[in-house]
């Protein structure tokens, strides 16, 4: 067997969909006796948890991810890893810098989680990040995008090659999943003969567009008895909690924060709402279609339509319009959703299906 490890490398393990993507790719390689590293630039994060025993976690202790090149072009020098795996687009440029300064023989894969040219800041980094990846992924071995969306645009922004980023579907679905769905949940809404709850996962950040889908929940709320639980945490929180006491939702609305299991929410839903902006391939989104949960999704770049095969396994509805968004939840109470149908599509998303790509990246043959 081959001592030398394959590593991933993310920022921190906070509760976002990149780290549950690389938890889940530690997990499903974990069963095949690969030795793994997690290199982090700070362990913070609730994820932290959830790594698999046998992964060796490495903490650069660095704080800042960039920060992390030099101790990251160390780790690379002295443990000789086949691949480095770097996730999020500021954690990649850290890697290729790592790299080339390391001078190893390491393959560098970059993935790519969001499409570039829908997200928006105003921060210093985002205006410096563009131009830095268009110099650098080219360096890279391999690039690769959570979807053909993510894929296409990153080729067109970046003027890489047509073809030139591989798609590997993130690894979403796994037996741990459709476990922690069934799971109890003792929560007051979820009893018999309550009203229908609606649910929504994610940062409290402007790409989740937390504040339109309150907003459509008020409109609902006007015409029918229902409630709505945000799951997460971020910066946002405030605003958010404003406009729910402005519209007078209070007693309908509940963000709870960050939970270890939202599977148990996904499976008891009403129905499941993602109101981004802008996604890459949103992992909450296949996790609620797993747990039987019907879907209402913003027709974003990227993924909604990719993944619901534009409006076959849910209602698409245009970004941003609370008001479409409202008469999609309406519509949806009065539906009836084949549930079979949902968790069959989401099998296309295995984490087995995953692993069996990125190994293959290298040169590994796994069956399926």
């Not at 570039?116 to 268009?134: G, Q, V």
């Not at 949940?185 to 309150?214: N, S």
């Not at 299991?261 to 709402?273: C, E, K, Q």
Request: charged share 20%.
């Amino acid at each position: 067997m081959n001592t030398r490890p394959i590593a991933f490398f993310l920022p921190t393990l906070h509760g976002g969909g990149a780290e549950r993507v690389v938890i889940n790719l530690l997990k499903g390689m974990s069963s095949y006796n690969i030795p793994l590293d997690l290199i982090v630039a700070t362990t913070d994060g609730p994820y932290l948890n959830q790594v698999p025993s046998q992964v060796r976690v490495i903490n650069l202790a660095t704080g800042r991810v960039i920060k992390a090149i030099l101790p990251l072009s160390k780790y690379l020098q002295n443990n000789k890893p086949i691949a480095i795996i770097s996730h999020m687009n500021h954690a990649n440029i850290v890697a290729v810098l790592a790299k080339k300064i390391g001078g190893t023989e390491t393959k560098l894969i970059l993935v790519e989680h969001n499409t570039l040219s829908f997200s928006k800041s105003n921060s210093i980094r985002a205006k410096f990040l563009p131009p830095l990846m268009k110099l650098l992924y080219p360096v890279a071995d391999v690039i690769v995008g959570v979807s053909k969306g993510v894929a296409e645009d990153l080729e067109s922004q970046l003027a890489l090659e047509k073809g030139k980023v591989n798609v590997i579907y993130n690894p979403v679905i796994d037996d741990e999943l459709i476990a922690k769905a069934k799971t109890p949940l003792e929560h007051p809404w979820f009893e018999k003969g309550c009203p229908p709850v609606f649910l929504a996962v994610g940062r409290l950040t402007a790409q989740k567009d937390f504040l339109t889908l309150i907003k459509a929940f008020g409109l609902l709320r006007k015409q029918k008895l229902a409630r709505l639980i945000i799951l997460g945490e971020g910066e946002q929180r405030t605003e958010l909690e404003a406009m729910i006491r402005k519209l007078g939702i209070s007693e309908n609305v509940s963000m709870p924060g960050f939970v270890d299991n939202p599977y148990a929410y996904m499976s008891r839903g009403s129905a499941f709402v993602l109101s981004s902006r802008w996604e890459g391939l949103p992992t909450v989104l296949i996790e609620a279609m797993a747990c039987g949960c019907p879907v209402i999704a913003t027709d974003c770049p990227s993924g909604p339509r990719e993944i619901l095969e534009a409006g076959k396994y849910g209602t698409l509805v245009p970004v941003g319009n609370e008001i479409a968004i409202s008469a999609a939840m309406l519509d949806i109470l009065d539906s009836s959703v084949n549930v079979d149908v949902l968790v069959r599509k989401t099998m296309d998303f295995s984490v087995e299906q995953a692993n069996s790509k990125y190994l293959s990246l290298l040169g590994y043959s796994i069956p399926m």
